[in-house]
């Protein structure tokens, strides 16, 4: 029996294995979050997918409309949401929740990715993606990328 070629040249994750924000979408999120503080902030990130890795390519920030708004990221679609590959995002400022996903965002967030951002006092201090699997949310690493340089991972508290 001969095998196609083509079914063992190349091998595709289909998990992505980082998320890359370019500083200027970093700032951006960071001044929409320092902005609304001492509530917590979020909205999203349009993505394009290049090799194993998600690449943020804009900013969609969203207003929070919850009662408790520092305690809780709450939004309604506005139509503004981009379409996937796409990463919601959202700030904890309370030390009780420093940078994971709470029992909260596991039940109730139903983006297929979640990046938590830590802005206790306004600016971002860590940030974790999570990815939703079958069964369980998985952390992928979350990377800075100035112009030239090689991307290097952003802070992350444990």
């Known amino acids: 029996m ?9 091998r595709f994750s ?7 924000i370019p500083d200027d979408i970093r700032d951006t999120m960071a ?11 979020g909205g999203y990130l349009a993505c394009t997918r290049r090799d194993s890795r998600l690449y943020a390519t804009d900013h969609v920030p969203l207003d929070n409309v919850s009662p408790r708004p520092r305690r ?14 796409r990463v919601f995002y959202h700030s904890h400022t309370a030390a009780s929740t420093p940078s994971g996903l709470t029992g909260t965002d596991r039940q109730n967030i139903r983006d297929r990715f979640a990046l938590v951002v830590f802005a206790p006092h306004g600016e971002p201090y860590s940030y974790r993606l999570f990815r939703l699997g079958l069964f369980n949310w998985q952390e992928v690493p979350v ?3 100035a ?4 991307p290097a991972r952003l802070p992350r508290l444990v």
């Open 2 to 10: 001969r095998r196609s070629p083509l079914r063992s040249t190349v």
């Open 14 to 20: 289909h998990h992505p294995q980082a998320l890359i």
């Open 31 to 41: 001044a929409h979050i320092a902005a609304r503080h001492p509530h917590e902030a």
């Open 72 to 85: 809780r990221f709450v939004a309604t679609d506005t139509g503004a949401i981009p379409a996937g590959p």
């Open 143 to 145: 990377m800075g990328e």
């Open 147 to 150: 112009s030239q340089e090689e």
